[in-house]
């Protein structure tokens, strides 16, 4: 197999695409299901958000008739395309141990595009609903990307100065009190990027009808649909892999051991979600900049403190 050959195959069947979206549409399943069961309902049966995908792919598109067509038509393909960069990226990483200098930071910078197309998606639809949406997750990345970096400056302060996620996975900064506080702040900015309760405040249903999302139908509502169950997989990861010592690199027990931190950290983020009430903007704004970015800025002094002075444990 040539190297372009390989490459595609990478991207589209494994672990691109279709090996991501089929985890994704069955962790959504578990979401699902697990608030469900929370709230004392049955819950879909497994199939369910393939079944949801498949029929939206059999309706009609509809585009406003005051929107910017080209924008609204590429925002979602966009943000899927950076969803699926990143998955690619950690479960290549992940599986080979392939990896380049400052993948970190690349991988940062790939996290934000889904809500910077999910931004420009809502801005082009012309709707009013949208526009409150559209203000809304503007705040809202400004007020969880700042202490999301800081959290990984402090990974980067843990593992003496190491931009490389393969090596970065042979640390495990959250077994110190600067990276557990970290691994927290960064669990909840993760929350808020896949819009889940509390921090579904541009999405709000009962109050702005789906806000971002509203004007979508059909197969581009599908591709969003798509990109949040492919973010529920490829977030997480991200977190297994900067907090937690990743999946290890030898089949067998690390590999289960992988998996089983991958669960933790969704069943964290099914907690948060099931045990919250929705937040207002000012209220998440200032939790992220006040109270995210003084646990933080603590922790940052630990860990240089711990650095400095080889105390692991800080």
């Keep these: 197999m040539t190297e372009a050959l390989q490459n595609i195959f990478w991207i589209l069947v494994f672990p691109g695409f279709v090996f991501t979206i089929v985890l994704g549409l069955v962790a959504c399943w578990i979401v699902r299901k697990v608030s469900a069961l929370v709230q004392w309902r049955v819950g879909p049966p497994l199939f369910q958000p393939f079944y949801d995908v498949m029929k939206l ?4 598109t ?3 008739q005051d929107g910017q067509r080209a924008v609204f038509i590429a925002a979602p393909i966009v943000g899927l395309a950076g969803v699926l960069l990143l998955s690619t990226m950690l479960w290549r990483t992940t599986i ?3 990896d380049f200098v400052g993948d970190i930071i690349v991988a940062i910078y790939l996290m934000i595009l889904p809500s910077l197309a999910l931004i420009l998606g809502s801005s082009a639809s012309a709707s009013p609903h949208a526009s409150i949406g559209t203000s809304r997750e503007m705040k809202l990345v400004m007020g969880y990307e700042l202490p999301l970096v800081l959290a990984f400056i402090i990974v980067i302060i843990k593992t003496g100065g190491q931009l490389s996620l393969a090596e970065i996975t042979k640390f495990t900064p ?4 600067s990276g557990m506080l970290a691994f927290l702040v960064s669990l909840l900015c993760i929350q808020a990027k896949l819009g889940f309760v ?4 541009a999405e709000s249903e009962t109050e702005i009808a ?4 509203m004007e979508y139908s059909g197969p581009l509502l599908a591709v969003w649909k798509m990109m949040q169950a492919m973010m529920l997989v490829a977030l997480p990861l991200f977190l297994v892999m900067v907090f ?3 999946f290890g690199t030898t089949a067998g027990w690390p590999l ?5 931190k991958y669960v933790l950290v969704l069943v964290l983020i099914i907690l948060i979600k099931n045990t919250n009430p929705r937040v207002r903007i000012d209220q998440a704004m200032k939790f992220f900049w006040v109270y995210c970015g003084i646990a933080l800025a603590i922790a940052i002094i630990l860990a240089s403190i711990g650095s400095y002075y080889d105390i692991n444990w800080l």
């Design 57 to 60: 792919m059999g309706k009609e």
């Design 62 to 64: 509809l585009i406003p």
């Design 96 to 98: 080979t141990q392939n």
């Design 174 to 177: 959250a077994l110190s009190i």
């Design 198 to 201: 509390p921090f579904d405040i």
């Design 210 to 213: 789906s806000g971002l999302i």
């Design 244 to 246: 937690l010592g990743g």
């Design 256 to 260: 289960v051991w992988g998996i089983g």
